[in-house]
């Protein structure tokens, strides 16, 4: 049927964007939607882009025809499907005969279905066979994922169903900005507050959630791992550990004992910026509730040193006993629809279904026997994120990129070199369901549904397995990724099974999840339709899920939560000098979700955020020669963007924030340093050095 025809009924789904995921009905004649009453996550609310969310199907550029350019530096033009499906098989067997298997790369997305990150992953193993994917979920809350797998031997986000935020006697929110982020969520933590909790934020800048809190420690962008040994140090001065569950649950607690000693008070109020008085409160705040949560963001998570910040905190929630309580602990809070789901069916360089590790021979074989496939034929684990986009086309690099859900030309640092890379390429493909900055470089690009036009899952920030059901009929022409994937592996001779169904698919993810730390095999569609979302871990139909996975033991292997002592150094990889003196940090604002792409196109969140900005203090503006409104040249190491100066009160004074969400000369991309964590391959989006001038246009 046409783009937005009417639907017959308001179907219960939940929005396209963020990963509280939100429940919505869409229906009616023109398609619109309203909150549900009867998902936790958000109790009848939505932000400003759940409520616009039913534009986003009749947005006036939609793609509804393939889209291919004859030749290099020809023009996209309109093909048909089975001329773009055939020159995209065409190709990849052309490049793999004369390079081999991994000179073709996938790269997925977190706000893909399960389904979709399931069927990804298999066909990069299975039918290209290239160890070559990734996402970009590993530019989101990759660090809190490797920081919980080492410390508690699993990376599942909220250690318990969202209303126990409600319950906490303390929350302390690191790095991140709800109120503006996932605004609904903020109902949860307004009644936490009504009930005498206390809301601590740490962030450099006094955001909107922080102007909500009880106690704000503004801190030197990068400090955060200073912040919490200091934590830690004071924890142990004012006796507030709880040595029964350090001896009874976990492990090497002396090491990180004597490893924060040299945290003393003085020396964290020098590193971090933050008041000792403000500090000492923060630990009483947490020591002293039973309920108390600590929740990292991209805020802590996106750094060089971006684990062991999120393993400073991981830390002290241990030492005060935190996670041995139900309605206590220590969660990451994801930012992607998916972001918690897209990291556990094997789109991740490193793993398998079930979030199973690649080099793990059980686990392969495993696997194996779901696709029907030999193990021998699996790939070892590919590239990281960055590391894939900064090979392409380089000699050992893949010379083609298969691209689903993401816009890495907005959203990865040092935009210029992926924008770079992406061009040295013989081939891009790009499926998406609009021309995103990333789409209009592609050689090929595949018109594909969006969120209310097909079904699936999408396991939300609590670890809830929930659904998204078709509201919408497709307009004519566009397809599913689902259905793309069938027809490439058809075309590529690839074995094993290619259903074009969510439902049937999502079968074979539990079969080959089944037995992995991310266990779906219990969760069925039926289920998740009864039990309004299922917990995984649910290893059997029977099981009842598991909202609080960490309450009575830890997935190590002695069941024990492993401390770890993680030193601050010299902090964050690039620091300020004479010649870049102000520090950079990047986030989101309330219109706007990710690289833009969707929420560009959306009239209303266009009027209320038309454009992006650089905020920056009146005090350093002054010294700059900046007034507010006023344009600013901002230059990094890496590039230069321009942007409208915006004086605020509400930021340190050696800092400026500068949004991601926009392409053009005002980039924020373009300027990100991407210097990476070792362990989680996390680029350092939350700081970088920078210059900033008044911008006289010659
Ligand atoms: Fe809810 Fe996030 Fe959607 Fe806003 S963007 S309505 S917070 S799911």
Sequence with gaps: GPAGAPATADTPTHCPYCALQCGMTVGGGPVRVAPREDVPANRGGLCQKGWTAAELLTVPDRLTTPLMRAHLGAPL???????????????????????GRDVIGVFGGGGLTNEKAYQLGKFARIALRTSQIDYNGRFCMSSAAAALNRAFGLDRGLPGPITDVARADAVMLVGGNVAETMPPFMRHVTEMRERGGALIVVDPRRTATARQADLHLQTTPGTDLALANGMLYLAVEEGLLDETFIAERTGGFEAVRRSVNTYWPDRVERITGVPVPQLREAVRLLGRGVRSLILTARGAEQHARGTDTVTAFINLALALGLPGREGGGYGC?????????????????????????????????????????????????????????????????PRALLLFGSNPVVSAPRADRIEERLNALDLL???????????????????????????????????????????????????????????????????????????????????????????YSGITYQRIEKEGGVFWPCPAEDHPGTPRPFLDRFHTPDGRARFIPVEHGRGAAEGIDEDYPVYLTTGRVLAHYQSGAQTRRIGPLVEASPEPFAEMHPDLADRLGVTDGMDVRVTSRRGTVVVRARLVESIRHDTVFIPFHWAGEGRANLLTNPALDPTSRMPEFKVCAVRVEPHEPN
Excluded at 79 to 85: P, T, V
Aim: hydrophobic share 40%.
């Design 333 to 397: 809070l994801t930012g992607q629809g998916n972001g918690q789901g897209g990291r556990e069916h094997g789109q991740k360089a490193d793993q398998l279904p079930g979030y199973r590790r690649i080099d793990d021979p059980a686990a392969r074989a495993h696997v194996a026997a779901v696709w029907g496939v030999d193990p021998q034929i699996i790939p070892g684990p590919g590239r990281s994120a960055y590391e894939l986009l900064d090979a392409l086309g380089t000699d050992d690099g």
């Design 429 to 519: 493909v790009v499926s998406d369901f609009v021309l995103s900055e990333t789409a209009r470089r592609a050689d090929v690009v595949l018109p594909t549904m969006q969120w209310a036009e097909e079904s699936g899952t999408l396991t939300n920030l609590e670890g809830r397995v929930l659904r998204r059901r078709r509201a919408v009929p497709a307009p004519a022409g566009v397809r599913s990724d689902l259905e793309i994937l069938a027809a490439l592996a058809g075309r590529l001779g690839a074995p094993g099974t290619w259903s074009t169904e969510p439902a049937e698919v999502f079968d074979e993810l539990r079969a080959a999840s089944a037995g992995g730390p991310a266990d």
């Design 77 to 99: 033009e309109p093909c048909g499907w089975d001329e773009a499906l055939d020159r995209i098989a065409a190709e990849i067997g052309r490049l793999q005969a004369r390079h």
